[in-house]
């Protein structure tokens, strides 16, 4: 197969089923000939956000860890580890720390930095139960990917990571998207959820044939 197919991936660091579906990804990207690009959606931007839609912190973390329950089930690795989050004290962290890291990832190392600090902040707060709302967790997990720390929190800190999630955010409206994980497909087809890779599989293989 020799023409690339673009598949675009909308995601949030704190969603469970972008961190089921990323291996999957992963995988389908080694069988066809795939040109990923990466971009954030955050399902809760700020605190005033999560409150807003969840009446308490508390309540949200209750909410969000019941998510978690279907996910850890779907999951084909078995990593997502509800019951030690529960056991966290520290509030359950909103979207927008871990996805400007993201973006200050990808200024080092281009599109497979970002992927790979995505996959490991992901692990970090699903697996390990680590406070990914926390600058000084996020420089870590950037350091524990091979990344520059001093360099990291420079990126981290400038006011054009929040332009490029405000552009990520404005694609996805133009795609009508509005949950994560959500994959767009060389520009027209919008496949939203995170597909088994059996179902991803033969999707790709139907676009294959278009191209």
Known sequence: MSKKIRVDFFHDVICGWCYVLSPRLRQLAKEFNLNIHHHAFALS???????GKFGSM????????????????????????????????????????????????????G???????FDAVTH???S????????DELTEIAGEVGLNK????????????????????????????TSTPTLVINKGW???GALDINALRK??????TKV
């Open 203 to 208: 999707t790709l293989k139907e676009v294959a």
């Open 190 to 192: 919008v496949v939203p």
């Open 124 to 126: 970090a707060h699903m």
């Open 58 to 109: 508390k309540q949200a973390k209750q909410i969000i860890l019941g998510h978690w329950e279907q996910c850890a089930r779907a999951d084909d690795k078995k990593r997502v580890n509800v019951e030690g989050m529960h056991q966290q004290t520290f509030e359950y962290p909103f979207s927008t720390p871990g996805l400007v890291a993201c973006k200050a990832a990808e200024q080092q190392g």
């Open 128 to 135: 390990e139960n680590r406070n990914i709302g926390d600058v």
């Open 150 to 177: 001093a360099r990291f929190l420079e990126d981290f800190a400038s006011p054009e990571r929040q332009a490029e999630i405000q552009r990520d955010r404005k694609l996805a409206q133009e795609y009508g998207i």
């Open 45 to 51: 931007a700020s605190r005033e956000e999560m409150l």
């Open 111 to 117: 599109s497979s930095a970002y992927w790979d600090y």
